[in-house]
């Protein structure tokens, strides 16, 4: 078995390190190799020196309950509640009661959605590897002590501030937490800061600061926090909130005063109608109903091992245009195979075979391809690893030097044969044969230079090629299908051989496959490097930085863009694309990063992740046309009401039977119905352009018709009878805009509009149900006047509709 070279713990070299360092603190103890002892760990947890820092996926209860209650519109309608228990009739308070009903689905689907995270994101969570007693384990975040010793390789993420106590090429990227894109090699001595995370290499240090101390613990709080912003969707009923609660005060303070002081009315009458005129100005249902069909969406992807880290990433992967996805662990297996070695220049196979099996075992952390090398190749007892360069993204490869069993010295490199090798090398023809089979080729050479020269890829010398045959998801094939027809464009993007990757892409039916493209040649100039990705889909030997720059590029081009990956070298793109999502078996710095984890690493869970967000935004933009409709009615009427000095025609039991039929009841089976529409942007355009001509519509004849009943009816049940006219014609008038919105019919959306007809009927027609919600139909001439109001109002909207769709297209 060969053994590792430590390099000596003996302090920094001058200028090692260049990262900001944390707030000045107790000095570090002396590094304990073997680490903390039990009684050392059971001292420090007595004393409360643990990383205590709340790790949560989603809101506290507490939270979720007061988000759902202390709001504006339900302060509004409380108070309003109270005043219509002590004045008016129990049917008149029904509203009230509508409001507890729904802020307790709120609370209960949002509480759902919350133990479906939680328990999600315990599978998902990251278990650092911690020495103690001389052994090393995993265990929880929240576990580790102040003086833990905690190891480090390529991927992990570091949890708490430290100090570095051992060091093999040790390379952490702390862009994060600085915006410094290149990674710093860190030596014992140097201080690591939570946030952070590994890219090469390996090492262990000691916890020196740990729960909220730590340098960035809220950034490993908020990493996988349940957030509701940052939505197109939540902006937008927020910013039209604000406009209706503006439009609500004038518009109030005008009903108070004309139905109070102007007219000499019975004043608990006037009360009530006052009351029944602001009541339905406010959309309470549409924020509960968003806050619901994120959270039944949540649940619907949680049994499918889909942990969302950030809400409105459900609403976010719905509106994504391109997607780019990492070869590696997306559209391939994590583990390879062997398939072929073919050794170069007359180079004995049976050495060639010891060299690899040494530089297996020289890496403690090896990756997928080494690890298949590792498998392919048993290690020799002879050779012994004196110094070590991990592999890098960056560089394409990795090295080791060697004492032989014979006493000979060797320093070898393994790596992408396109960088190691010149170009024009006749090793590169065979190299290119193997890529497009899509096979992977790793070339082993040796080096002339020692292993700590920058240089030292150049002048060394081809000895083999490794070929690696890398293994196919089986869903992946099916995957790209969907997005090519959901019109999203896919855009492979990865660190290997462009010529391999074009040719799994091909294996894989992706459109465009065959014009691949070498990233070293991409321009380095935004719009240039736009122009390119547009073109083209498949993209090579891609760094991480590159990576990151392709995102932003494509951005710039006002694409919506989603990335998926799984290893270290994903993390900085992944961060900056618009969604994230990250496979359960990838490196914890890119399940943090991530808005959304596969934790079954199942690429094929992607589509219903869109069809999830296509249903939340797709439907939720139906039920906001209906609630925004009522508030555009109920504040035209009471403006109406004002200007002609009558009585507001409704009591709030009107309102309230009518909002139930035609909004409430229907708007919850439409918000949680499939809907396979793609997202588009401007909701609130959207929304309002038939809101506002369908409330006008729908005000101007309820008006029409209460006014042409002021002058049929007379006497002192007129204003019943005035009422009942005018409810009848807002009740057919909004049923046709919930039949519009309720479009294209099925038969269940047929036979929900038609038990909403149904049920308004049955009030009609029923006498203690008439008596209940004071409506009754007098006479016929009035009542076929209202329906033929009704009817001339409904073809108007009808017209109006069609028209604002062609001249005012989303």
Known sequence: ?????????????????????????????????????????????????????????????????RANVFTRFNAIIG???????????FQDSLFGYVILANTGIGIIQELRAKKTLDSLAVIGEAKPSVRRDGRTAEVSTSEIVLDDVIELGPGDKVVVDGVVGEADGLEIDESLLTGEADPVLKKPGDPVMSGSFVVAGGGAFTATRVGREAYAAQLAEEATRFTLVHSELRSGISTILKYVTWMMIPTSIGLIVSQLVVKDTNLKDSIARTVGGIVPMIPEGLVLLTS?????????????????????????????????????????????DVTELRPLGGAETTYVRSVLGALGESDPRPNASLQAIIDAYPDSADWRCTESLPFSSARKYSGASFSEGDGESSTWLLGAPDVLLPTGDPALDEVDALNEQGLRVLLLARAARELDDDAVAVGARPTALVVLEQRLRADAAETLRYFEEQSVSAKVISGDNAVSVGAVAGKLGLSGAEDTVDARRLPAESTAMAEELDRSTVFGRVTPQQ????????????????????????VLALKDADIGVSMGSGSEATRAVAQIVLLNNSFATLPSVVAEGRRVIGNITRVATLFLTKTVYS???????????????????????????????????????????????????????YAIPGGVIAAVATFVTYLVARHHYAGPEALDAETSAATLTLFLTSMWVLAIVARPYSWWRIALVGSMGGAFLLVLAVPWLQDFFQLKLVGTQLPWTAVGIAVAAAALIEVTFRWVDRRFPA
């Open 1 to 65: 078995m060969t053994q590792r070279a430590k390099i000596d713990p003996n302090g920094p070299e001058p200028g090692a390190g260049t990262a900001p360092v944390p707030p000045a603190g107790p000095p570090a103890p002396p590094f304990e190799p073997g680490g903390l002892t039990t009684a050392g760990v059971a001292e420090r947890v007595a004393r409360g020196a643990v990383n205590d820092v709340p790790v949560r996926s989603s809101r506290s209860t507490v939270d979720i309950i």
């Open 79 to 89: 108070v309003l509640w109270v005043v219509m228990l002590i004045v008016a009739p």
């Open 292 to 336: 619901v069909a994120f959270a039944i969406g949540v649940i619907r992807l949680g049994r499918q091992q889909c942990l969302v880290q950030e809400l409105p990433a459900i609403e976010g992967l719905a509106r994504v245009d391109v997607v780019c996805l990492d070869k590696t662990g997306t559209l391939t297996e994590g583990g390879m």
């Open 547 to 570: 990576k990151r720059d392709m995102v932003g590029a494509l951005q710039s081009r006002g694409h919506t863009v989603a990335m998926t990956g799984d290893g270290v070298n994903d």
């Open 635 to 689: 504040v035209l009427l009471a403006i109406l009401v004002v200007c002609w000095q009558v009585e507001y025609p409704f009591l709030p039991r009107h309102l309230t039977l009518l909002s139930t039929l035609t909004i409430g009841v229907p708007a919850f089976f439409l918000a949680l119905a499939p809907n396979k529409e793609r997202a588009k942007p401007h909701f609130v355009r959207r929304v309002m352009r």
